[in-house]
């Protein structure tokens, strides 16, 4: 017996602890994504900025300080996507926690402008950061557990940011808690979930640049055994860079946009996703001057978050059920719901009733929040892991890109410098090109596949 325990290598009391402790630390990374949402402030940043305590213009806000949240995140992207997998996740997301604390010390203490653009710096690492904790947990199980913990992260952050809505309006609406004081509370949050991040076990590998210096470990041992044999290292010294496993993806990315279904859904992560978050940016500011509130119990920011990310959540779900020949049918499903969110832009921009407005908002997420899994499947599963997560960090750093290019075009008190509502206006435009575009590429595949049918 003793001998077969030494061949198969650990006993089998090490065997059975490691799924569990897989599981405590799967439970440990969802609690912390769960506690890093908490953030009851964070639905009011914009009627705190706005307010007599902090004293900011619309247009300060509008074209000075909110503009800044789209520079530092495309900056900040890359760097802290490969500093993720270099690091091992862990060091990013106590980055992340670090981040936090700083934003809500400066909303509590800074009162210049230059101040709230440096707190807008640091949201934008935060938003890089997100990447850390997504790609964290599949460094903690094995491929076969991939979508399970997958669910249980996402359901959790969901869970996190629901809560903190939530929590924020009450605090808010019925316990007549300032601005201020959600403020503190927020950062008495983040102050705790660095204290976890701190606690959280470190991965021992990762996709790409730890995976390499596995395989290089692998090789050297295998070069103690057989020292004789040829390394690869030593055979070609000057094209390791070549033939390591981020190149060789870098590669493989070329090929890959020759697939129909990939790349229009990458394209639709890319252009659609720009649109949604510039909608999200500066819809707080589009409701204050909509319905500029004569006393602060008239603010119902998180309780619409709340009530936008359940209605979410359940959209995404929904999502997951939905069985149509997607190769032919893509197009046209991504043109009507992109043509539904232009009108509900439209909606938003020319109504002066704030619970339309609210009503709006949460449907423009819901449609978004819908085609986000169906777009992570098609992309995904003709595709390896590690394949995988390059493509959707191209696919963001091309949005990231854009996003930029239309803030300075369009908010950026440098360029046109638009107040928020003729903002609305060009991304109602915008996304009705994008509809149009859709629903001619649909005409497009439609009409080929019967004709290829008779």
């Given at each position: 017996?003793?001998?077969?325990?030494?061949?198969?290598?650990?006993?089998?009391?090490?065997?059975?602890?490691?799924?569990?402790?897989?599981?405590?630390?799967?439970?440990?990374?969802?609690?912390?994504?769960?506690?890093?949402?908490?953030?009851?402030?964070?639905?009011?940043?914009?009627?705190?900025?706005?307010?007599?305590?902090?004293?900011?213009?619309?247009?300060?806000?509008?074209?000075?300080?909110?503009?800044?949240?789209?520079?530092?995140?495309?900056?900040?992207?890359?760097?802290?996507?490969?500093?993720?997998?270099?690091?091992?996740?862990?060091?990013?997301?106590?980055?992340?926690?670090?981040?936090?604390?700083?934003?809500?010390?400066?909303?509590?203490?800074?009162?210049?402008?230059?101040?709230?653009?440096?707190?807008?710096?640091?949201?934008?690492?935060?938003?890089?950061?997100?990447?850390?904790?997504?790609?964290?947990?599949?460094?903690?199980?094995?491929?076969?557990?991939?979508?399970?913990?997958?669910?249980?992260?996402?359901?959790?952050?969901?869970?996190?940011v629901f809560t903190s809505s939530v929590l924020g309006q009450l605090c808010f609406s019925l316990g007549g808690v300032t601005y201020s004081s959600l403020s503190k509370i927020s950062l008495g949050f983040v102050t705790f979930s660095f204290g976890l991040s701190i606690c959280l076990p470190w991965p021992k590998r990762s996709l790409f640049f730890n995976r390499a210096k596995q395989e290089e470990?692998?090789?050297?041992?295998?070069?103690?055994?057989?020292?004789?044999?040829?390394?690869?290292?030593?055979?070609?010294?000057?094209?390791?860079?070549?033939?390591?496993?981020?190149?060789?993806?870098?590669?493989?990315?070329?090929?890959?946009?020759?697939?129909?279904?990939?790349?229009?859904?990458?394209?639709?992560?890319?252009?659609?996703?720009?649109?949604?978050?510039?909608?999200?940016?500066?819809?707080?500011?589009?409701?204050?001057?909509?319905?500029?509130?004569?006393?602060?119990?008239?603010?119902?920011?998180?309780?619409?978050?709340?009530?936008?990310?359940?209605?979410?959540?359940?959209?995404?779900?929904?999502?997951?059920?939905?069985?149509?020949?997607?190769?032919?049918?893509?197009?046209?499903?991504?043109?009507?719901?992109?043509?539904?969110?232009?009108?509900?832009?439209?909606?938003?921009?020319?109504?002066?009733?704030?619970?339309?407005?609210?009503?709006?908002?949460?449907?423009?997420?819901?449609?978004?929040?819908?085609?986000?899994?169906?777009?992570?499947?098609?992309?995904?599963?003709?595709?390896?892991?590690?394949?995988?997560?390059?493509?959707?960090?191209?696919?963001?750093?091309?949005?990231?890109?854009?996003?930029?290019?239309?803030?300075?075009?369009?908010?950026?008190?440098?360029?046109?410098?638009?107040?928020?509502?003729?903002?609305?206006?060009?991304?109602?435009?915008?996304?009705?090109?994008?509809?149009?575009?859709?629903?001619?590429?649909?005409?497009?595949?439609?009409?080929?596949?019967?004709?290829?049918?008779?």
């Amino acid at each position: 017996m003793a001998d077969v325990e030494e061949q198969n290598g650990d006993p089998p009391s090490a065997r059975v602890k490691e799924p569990r402790i897989w599981n405590w630390s799967v439970v440990f990374l969802c609690f912390y994504g769960f506690m890093s949402m908490l953030k009851p402030g964070e639905p009011f940043i914009t009627p705190l900025l706005l307010s007599e305590e902090k004293n900011f213009t619309k247009q300060q806000v509008t074209n000075e300080i909110t503009p800044v949240l789209s520079y530092a995140y495309m900056v900040v992207l890359v760097p802290v996507f490969l500093l993720t997998d270099y690091l091992r996740y862990k060091p990013v997301l106590i980055l992340q926690s670090l981040s936090y604390i700083s934003i809500w010390l400066i909303l509590l203490f800074g009162t210049t402008l230059l101040e709230m653009q440096f707190m807008e710096f640091f949201y934008g690492i935060t938003m890089a950061a997100r990447v850390a904790y997504s790609s964290y947990i599949f460094s903690l199980v094995t491929p076969a557990f991939y979508q399970k913990v997958a669910s249980y992260s996402r359901s959790s952050v969901l869970m996190g940011v629901f809560t903190s809505s939530v929590l924020g309006q009450l605090c808010f609406s019925l316990g007549g808690v300032t601005y201020s004081s959600l403020s503190k509370i927020s950062l008495g949050f983040v102050t705790f979930s660095f204290g976890l991040s701190i606690c959280l076990p470190w991965p021992k590998r990762s996709l790409f640049f730890n995976r390499a210096k596995q395989e290089e470990a692998a090789s050297t041992e295998l070069d103690k055994i057989n020292p004789d044999s040829p390394s690869p290292t030593q055979a070609q010294p000057l094209s390791a860079w070549r033939n390591s496993v981020f190149f060789q993806m870098l590669k493989e990315l070329l090929n890959l946009v020759k697939l129909p279904q990939l790349r229009l859904w990458s394209l639709w992560w890319i252009f659609n996703s720009a649109g949604y978050y510039l909608m999200v940016y500066y819809v707080h500011i589009l409701w204050n001057e909509v319905y500029p509130p004569d006393e602060n119990r008239r603010v119902y920011n998180g309780g619409v978050d709340a009530a936008s990310t359940l209605l979410g959540a359940i959209a995404s779900f929904i999502a997951g059920f939905v069985k149509i020949r997607w190769s032919l049918w893509s197009e046209l499903v991504i043109g009507i719901i992109t043509g539904i969110q232009a009108a509900l832009l439209l909606l938003m921009t020319t109504t002066s009733e704030i619970w339309v407005c609210y009503v709006a908002y949460a449907l423009f997420r819901s449609f978004y929040q819908f085609l986000v899994p169906i777009a992570i499947f098609q992309i995904a599963s003709s595709l390896t892991k590690e394949l995988c997560a390059l493509v959707f960090g191209v696919n963001t750093f091309l949005a990231t890109i854009l996003k930029t290019i239309i803030t300075i075009i369009v908010a950026d008190k440098r360029g046109l410098g638009l107040a928020v509502h003729p903002q609305f206006f060009v991304y109602f435009g915008y996304f009705t090109l994008l509809t149009v575009s859709y629903f001619g590429s649909a005409a497009y595949v439609i009409i080929k596949h019967f004709r290829k049918t008779r």
